[in-house]
């Protein structure tokens, strides 16, 4: 079974500054690995998604997130925040075959920004 | 291009009744995804729909059942509601031979009393 760990529950940055989030995932093959964003009452955002090639992918907003097999993580980043970024930030792992093709989430990482 | 919509936004039920929520997939898109979320937790899959056929289920109990009709639209119902079912509820839609690129709608809160 897989599964997904945030180890940060809550980051606070200063605006401007650069951002890592961490994410560690359990699955016995190559995963499928997402991050999305959820504002407060709101759905999630997809930022970007690994499915497989190079391992450092790009998202949307200025984000990237780096898959490293070695560690079973999947950190995102961001080269300087700003405050609109301020959200609930979730990293997600899916079973790499078909009809399998639930995601399993981590408990999120609050990201609060201050100016 | 239209995003996943679901319906009602809110919704206040009594413990033991029934309730069905509904989602509308994003143009193009042929699978959907049901999820909980509690407060403070990370959404639950509960099931996922392909072909009006159920493709995949979490660990919830049988009287939580979905629909999925030749749109590619799909209802949630849940019944004989319990307290802990109070949470988000969040429909995702994936397109053709995707179903792992998942695309959510902006849920539908349910409180339970």
Known sequence: AQSVTQPDIHITVSEGASLELRCNYSYGATPYLFWYVQS???????????????????????????????????????????WSDAAEYFCAVGASNFGNEKLTFGTGTRLTIIP | ETGVTQSPTHLIKTRGQQVTLRCSSQSGHNTVSWYQQALGQGPQFIFQYYREEENGRGNFPPRFSGLQFPNYSSELNVNALELDDSALYLCASSPPRGGHEQYFGPGTRLTVT
């Not at chain 1, 949307?60 to 300087?80: C, D, H, V, Y």
């Open chain 1, 40 to 82: 407060p009452g709101q759905g999630l955002q997809l930022l970007l998604k690994y499915f497989s090639g190079d391992t450092l992918v790009q998202g949307i907003k200025g984000f990237e997130a780096e898959f490293k097999r070695s560690q079973s993580s999947f950190n995102l980043r961001k080269p300087s925040v700003h």
